[in-house]
């Protein structure tokens, strides 16, 4: 008989009850140390006191009216984007799955209002995540994904990620963007250098196309920036937003240049409950902290303190582990056993990381972890390697 929640998941056997800073309890009382954030989503911690004051606060006024009338925490949203970001203007969606379709119809609308509505195809990256929609699957191209899901979605041209020699060869008549993540999440914590986004940028600019960043993962601190793009020095014309900017709560948006979106008018598209008074009273107070210069300091501190305790931990188990990459608080250790050995020996030591692909353990703590919670999963992180049998 099938299960009342649909068994689409494979679910780690542990019941969480209660959040608290980078610390989930579970309900039999054990203390977990959270380095998943619920993938990246818990920016902020559990229960932080300002999202939780602010959540509160507007539970107890207004909860839902709908986008047929005008959202004030929306627009004050809105505008904190617009103040610290390229954007000219915001939409927001309930998560970055629905980001990514926005961001797939603004491109290829922003061509047919050109008069060019041939130009629909998007070129894309293996290894890639965009979400699970109709348009994500079909971006990614992954057979994980799309087996048993088709007929796809046309019009994406999927290209070997690092193979910098096919892209501007792949650009045609029919390309309207090319889509890329700085920081392939789901991919293994694969970050594109800087030069490669420079010369994204440039070859866009060049051919005359939009360039779309996915960053849903490695964008709202995550990286030590704002956004991950920030570290290239570029800016995007699109840019899909998620996870972090809720704090926790569903939250999503595109972001755009008020010439990407200049297409996108009045009925061209829509959300129930995106960019409801309580998902923005929510990202504002996100906003207000993780723009804070000294907050995001605080971050590429941390990021290195803990950079160097893994390179430690990944020479003091050489058959266990390969090597650390990543950037900021979005750190990946390739493993030369199965990655998914090392994660539940972490849940045997009260440690919780998330598996990616290329055999990667994801490790995205909360941007407020402390440096003796550091300390201490890394110390855990030893115990469970210890238990791992090459």
């Given at each position: 008989m099938?299960?009342?929640?649909?068994?689409?998941?494979?679910?780690a056997?542990?019941?969480f009850?209660?959040?608290?800073g980078?610390?989930l309890i579970?309900?039999?009382?054990?203390?977990?140390?959270?380095?998943?954030?619920?993938?990246a989503?818990?920016?902020?911690?559990?229960?932080?006191?300002a999202?939780t004051?602010?959540?509160?606060?507007?539970?107890?006024t207004?909860?839902h009216?709908?986008?047929l009338y005008?959202i004030p925490?929306?627009q004050?949203?809105?505008?904190?984007?617009v103040d610290a970001?390229?954007?000219?203007t915001v939409f927001f969606t309930?998560?970055?799955?629905?980001?990514?379709?926005?961001?797939?119809?603004?491109?290829?609308?922003?061509?047919?209002d050109k008069?060019?509505?041939?130009?629909?195809?998007?070129i894309?990256?293996?290894?890639?995540?965009?979400?699970?929609s109709?348009?994500?699957?079909?971006?990614a191209?992954?057979?994980?994904m799309?087996?048993g899901?088709?007929p796809?979605l046309?019009?994406?041209?999927?290209?070997t990620?690092?193979?910098?020699?096919?892209?501007a060869?792949?650009?045609?008549d029919?390309?309207a963007?090319i889509l890329?993540?700085?920081?392939?999440g789901?991919?293994?914590?694969?970050?594109?250098p800087d030069?490669?986004l420079k010369?994204?940028?440039?070859?866009?600019?060049?051919?005359?196309?939009?360039?779309?960043?996915?960053?849903?993962?490695?964008?709202?601190?995550?990286t030590?920036?704002?956004?991950?793009?920030?570290?290239?020095?570029i800016?995007?014309?699109?840019?899909?937003?998620a996870k972090?900017i809720?704090?926790?709560?569903?939250l999503g948006?595109?972001l755009?240049t008020?010439?990407?979106?200049?297409g996108?008018?009045?009925g061209t598209?829509?959300?129930?409950?995106?960019?409801?008074?309580?998902g923005?009273?929510v990202?504002c107070?996100v906003?207000?902290i993780?723009t804070?210069?000294?907050?995001?300091?605080?971050v590429n501190?941390?990021?290195?303190?803990l950079?160097?305790k893994?390179?430690?931990?990944v020479a003091?188990?050489?058959?266990?582990?390969?090597?650390?990459r990543?950037?900021?608080?979005?750190?990946?250790?390739?493993?030369k056993?199965t990655n998914?050995?090392v994660?539940n020996?972490g849940y045997?030591?009260?440690?919780?990381t998330?598996?990616?692909?290329?055999?990667?353990?994801?490790?995205?703590p909360p941007l407020?972890?402390?440096?003796?919670e550091?300390d201490d999963?890394?110390a855990?992180?030893?115990?469970?390697?210890?238990?791992?049998?090459?």
């Amino acid at each position: 008989m099938i299960a009342s929640v649909l068994p689409t998941y494979s679910r780690a056997p542990m019941t969480f009850v209660k959040g608290e800073g980078s610390w989930l309890i579970e309900a039999d009382g054990r203390r977990f140390l959270d380095l998943g954030a619920g993938i990246a989503v818990n920016a902020l911690g559990h229960a932080h006191p300002a999202l939780t004051e602010a959540l509160t606060d507007q539970a107890g006024t207004l909860w839902h009216t709908s986008n047929l009338y005008h959202i004030p925490q929306q627009q004050a949203l809105a505008d904190k984007l617009v103040d610290a970001t390229f954007a000219d203007t915001v939409f927001f969606t309930n998560s970055g799955t629905e980001a990514c379709e926005l961001a797939v119809k603004m491109a290829r609308k922003y061509w047919y209002d050109k008069g060019q509505p041939d130009k629909v195809d998007i070129i894309t990256f293996s290894g890639s995540f965009h979400g699970r929609s109709s348009a994500g699957i079909a971006a990614a191209g992954s057979e994980k994904m799309i087996k048993g899901f088709g007929p796809l979605l046309p019009g994406f041209t999927h290209l070997t990620f690092g193979d910098h020699d096919a892209i501007a060869p792949a650009i045609t008549d029919a390309t309207a963007a090319i889509l890329i993540e700085p920081v392939q999440g789901e991919g293994g914590i694969i970050p594109v250098p800087d030069q490669c986004l420079k010369g994204l940028r440039d070859l866009c600019d060049e051919r005359g196309i939009l360039l779309i960043l996915d960053e849903v993962q490695c964008g709202v601190g995550r990286t030590g920036k704002l956004f991950a793009h920030e570290w290239a020095g570029i800016e995007p014309d699109i840019m899909m937003v998620a996870k972090g900017i809720g704090g926790g709560f569903p939250l999503g948006a595109v972001l755009a240049t008020e010439e990407a979106a200049s297409g996108m008018t009045a009925g061209t598209h829509g959300s129930t409950y995106g960019g409801n008074p309580l998902g923005c009273a929510v990202g504002c107070a996100v906003m207000d902290i993780v723009t804070d210069p000294d907050f995001l300091a605080e971050v590429n501190r941390k990021a290195g303190l803990l950079r160097q305790k893994l390179e430690g931990l990944v020479a003091s188990h050489p058959d266990v582990f390969d090597f650390v990459r990543g950037s900021g608080l979005m750190m990946g250790i390739k493993c030369k056993v199965t990655n998914t050995d090392v994660v539940n020996a972490g849940y045997d030591n009260d440690v919780i990381t998330v598996p990616a692909a290329d055999n990667t353990i994801r490790l995205l703590p909360p941007l407020t972890i402390t440096d003796s919670e550091i300390d201490d999963a890394v110390a855990r992180l030893d115990k469970a390697a210890t238990c791992v049998v090459p």
